[in-house]
Nanobody, 121 residues
Framework: QVQLVESGGGSVQAGGSLRLSCVASGYTESPDCMGWFRQAPGKEREGVAAIDNDGSTNYADSVKGRFTISKDNAKNTLYLEMKSLTPEDTAMYYC???????????????WGQGTQVTVSS
């Protein structure tokens, strides 16, 4: 059974940085695409960043230049480096994985439980 466990969330002031991690386990076949999503209260879940098996990345316009997605295959870990955070980045952040290339669409099969990021002004 595939499990995704996020960590690294917390509370920071505007302009600060955080690095989220997502440890994956239970794969019988490696996912072709992994992504980070976020959901703020009262809003729909939105794709933040995605990465393919070949290392190609894709970002939402709202985070381009501030967030970086990466992965360490040896550690089965996905990362999201977040810089220049603003209060608008406040949300629950989820990692996701799938054999299909969903990119920033919230159609992934496997999801973590989320880690909260709160940015104060």
């Amino acid at each position: 059974q595939v499990q995704l466990v996020e960590s690294g969330g917390g509370s920071v002031q505007a302009g600060g940085s955080l690095r989220l991690s997502c440890v994956a386990s239970g794969y019988t076949e490696s996912p072709d695409c992994m992504g980070w999503f976020r959901q703020a209260p009262g809003k729909e879940r939105e794709g933040v960043a995605a990465i393919d098996n070949d290392g190609s990345t894709n970002y939402a316009d709202s985070v381009k230049g501030r967030f970086t997605i990466s992965k360490d295959n040896a550690k089965n870990t996905l990362y999201l480096e977040m810089k220049s955070l603003t209060p608008e980045d406040t949300a629950m952040y989820y990692c996701a994985a799938d054999r299909r290339d969903w990119q920033l669409l919230p159609e992934y099969t496997y999801w973590g439980q989320g880690t909260q990021v709160t940015v104060s002004s």
